[in-house]
Structures are given as C-alpha cells and as structure tokens.
C-alpha cells in the first residue's frame, strides 16, 4: 500500500487519508455471528452505515445514490478497506460487486430507481440463480424453463450452487424463454422477488461445514416482464455483463488483501519455529523460497488489479481480461493459504484461528478455481478471446 504511487494524485490520497480515518472510526468491532438471519443483519447493517457515512457506491452513478467518482478511488477504497480489516461484503455481494453494475450497464430507468439505492441503502441482499445441475461451465445449455403468460414469465426447473439464497430478496435469474431454441439464444435475464410463491430452498453445506449456498427449486413461480433486464431472448448477453463483473472486478478487494494476508505469514514465520522444530520457519529454505516468491506474486497481482482498473476507467468494462487477474488471483491465494497451513503445522488442524490464520483458509480458497468460472474456464477464456488460439471442440 504505498503511498508514494504515480497512479495516485495529491487529491486521491486526500482522499485516501479520509476514507481511513472514517473507516477506522467506523468499522464495525463485532464479530460476524454464525447464523444466517445474523449474518444477513450484520452484512446489511455494514452496508447502511457506508450508506449513512456517505461512503457507499463509490463509482455507481450519483442519481441512483452512488458518489460517482472514477474507479481509481474505488480502488483506493478497497486498498484501505483491506488495510483496515473491515469486515468481507458478505451478503451484499452479489447486490454490490455483479448484480448492481449489471442493472447500471443494462437496466432500463425504472428498474435501476427502485433497485440501485436499495442496494446501496443495504436494505435487499441479491442472489444470483445461473447454474444448474449439468449446467454450470456449459452455462449456456441450462434448462430452466420461463413461459411467456399474461404478462409474467412463469418459471418452472432447478438452479444450484445458489449463494445466500437462503436469505436474499432477489436474484438474477437466468432462464430459457425459447423452448426451441439452444444454446446461448432464447434465453432471457429476470429480477425474480425471492418471496414470490412456487419457490422452494434447500440448503447445501460445503465441506468446511457452512450453509453458503443451495439448491433452489421453481415451480409455477409469476414474475412479471417489467422485471426482465434487456429483451426476452438476449439473457446471454446481458449474462456476460454479469460475468464480466463477478470475473473482473467483484473481487478486486479481496486481491489487495492478500498481500496483507501474506505480510502477516511472514511475520509468523519470523517467530514461530520451521521443520527443526529450532530456527525461525523463515531460516528454512524451502519456506524462505516460497515466501518469496508468493511476494513477487503478489505485486504481479497488484500490477494486473491496477491494469483492469485502467482498462474499465476507458472501456466501461473489464472484458476478457479480468480472466487473467480472476485466474492468477484464485492460484495465487491457493498457494498462500497452502503455505499457511504448512507453516501452521499441527496447529492447521484446529477449527480457530492462530494469529489470524487458519488451515480453514486453504479449503475456503478452493472455491475459487471454481467459482465464476472453473479455472479450466478462465484458460478457455484467456486463450480464446485474448491470446486468439483456436476455439476448443
Ligand atoms: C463457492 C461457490 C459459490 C457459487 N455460487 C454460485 C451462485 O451464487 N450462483 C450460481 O449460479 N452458481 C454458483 N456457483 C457455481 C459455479 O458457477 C459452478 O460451480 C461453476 O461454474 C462450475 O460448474 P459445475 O460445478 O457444474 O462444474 P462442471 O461444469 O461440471 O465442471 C466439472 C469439471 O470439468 C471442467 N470443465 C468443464 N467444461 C470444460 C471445458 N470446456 N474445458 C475444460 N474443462 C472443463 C471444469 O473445469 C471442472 O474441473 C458457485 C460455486 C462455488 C464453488
């Protein structure tokens, strides 16, 4: 987190000192409670002091409540929300990191009045309902059906994997409108009001043994058309929106994080002993090597954060590119975690934290070589739309 930065003006880290002082002030010292109603309350509760401190939506549009500021500060607030420890997004991540630059890019008028502010006011928490059984990397093969009738779309199949949609009050749900039709045509992006009747959730827990996501069940459920985003039949495009943002800039916070994370093992491994079971771990040179390279990572990370992030200031959009930082992010985070709970030892086994690390960490961080895209996905991408390498069978 240097200061002392070309990319940064003597305005932006006027800024910058602002927005530590608040966040410092203002960060919430609770711990996040275990259960989901908890959580909900505690990530919307977050959400609205940011909103009351005059600090929520740092680049969305100000008409919709945002500050309408360039993406730079955006990224200076992250470097700092980081730096603070501030708690994780949590619930409001879909609504704030994909779902609300969604409606920003492609909603009409009135859908982005009433959805935006909420949004930022942390008062909805958005789920997003795109993959199903068989249907995840072959997104577009998925088969939820939305039939057109009195003015709704009547859904009827079967979405999973769905986070927090246990507690959400929309999603952006992606179904096939076009029964004949395959593929990426005919399907159609809709705002579904998560309390509409024919909806049923059943919950999944991953296998650090926490209630993340679900499966979600539609049976005759009526969503009116005024909620579809874009035309019927354009849902994939307006998709590609979605997963533009979840792969390029949803994460952007947590990238700059992990170079904290990883000062924070370095100074573990400063005092704690290595394989000797004598010398500091940082005195063993496989450990030394390791540490070492995950730094040197970890300003790769931070250029290609800071490449994306001058890229959308010019093009609106993080494109393929936010494959690569989204591909490099998830592999180096898997790495540092990895080491943690190497370095950890026999202490990795146990469920609480040791000065703030955790081999929970490791299998947390499996998620993201498959979430937003498997890894294997990510390659596809960089290799076919950016390197231009023929397309794969
Ligand atoms: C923590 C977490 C949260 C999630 N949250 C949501 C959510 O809120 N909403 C939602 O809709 N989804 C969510 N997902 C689902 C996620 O989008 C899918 O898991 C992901 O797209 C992969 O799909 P799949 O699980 O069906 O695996 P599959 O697509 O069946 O893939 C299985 C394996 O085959 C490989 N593979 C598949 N196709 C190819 C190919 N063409 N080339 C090379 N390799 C290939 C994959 O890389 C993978 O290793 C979440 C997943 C996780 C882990």
Known sequence: MSKKNHLFSPEDERFRQQVRDWLEASKPRTPRPSDAQGQREYDLGWQRTQYEGGWAGIAWPKEYGGLGLPLI????????????????????????????????????????????????????????????????????????KGRVEDGHLVVNGQKIWTSYAHISDYQELLVRTDPDSSRHRGLTWIICDMKLPGITIRPIRNMVGDHHFNEVFYDNVRIPLANVVGQIGEGWSVAMSTLGFERGTAH???????????????????????????????????????????????????????????????????????????????????????????????????????????????LNSLRFTISAGTAEIQRNIIGERILGLPRGK
């Open 73 to 144: 500060r955006q990224l200076i607030w992250y470097e700092e929300y980081a730096r603070a420890e501030a708690p994780h997004v949590g619930a409001s991540m879909v609504g704030l990191n994909h779902g609300g630059p969604t409606l920003i890019v492609r909603a009409s008028d009135e859908q982005k009045a009433f959805h935006l502010p909420k949004i930022l006011k942390g008062e909805v928490v958005w789920s997003q309902g795109f993959s199903e059984p068989g249907s995840g990397s072959d997104l577009a093969s998925l088969r939820t």
């Open 252 to 362: 952007a916070r947590d990238q700059i994080e992990l170079s904290l994370e990883l000062e924070k093992l370095i100074a573990y491994a400063k005092v704690h002993p290595g394989p000797d079971g004598v010398r500091p771990a940082i005195k063993d040179d496989e450990f030394a090597g390791r540490l070492a390279m995950l730094r040197a990572e970890m300003s790769a990370l931070r250029s290609l954060v800071y490449t994306m992030v001058s890229r959308i200031e010019k093009t609106g959009s993080p494109g393929p590119e936010g494959s690569i930082v989204r591909l490099y992010f998830a592999e180096t985070k898997q790495r540092m975690t990895r080491l943690a709970a190497d370095l950890l030892g026999v202490a990795a086994i146990e469920r609480h934290r040791v000065e703030g690390l955790s081999a929970l960490d490791y």
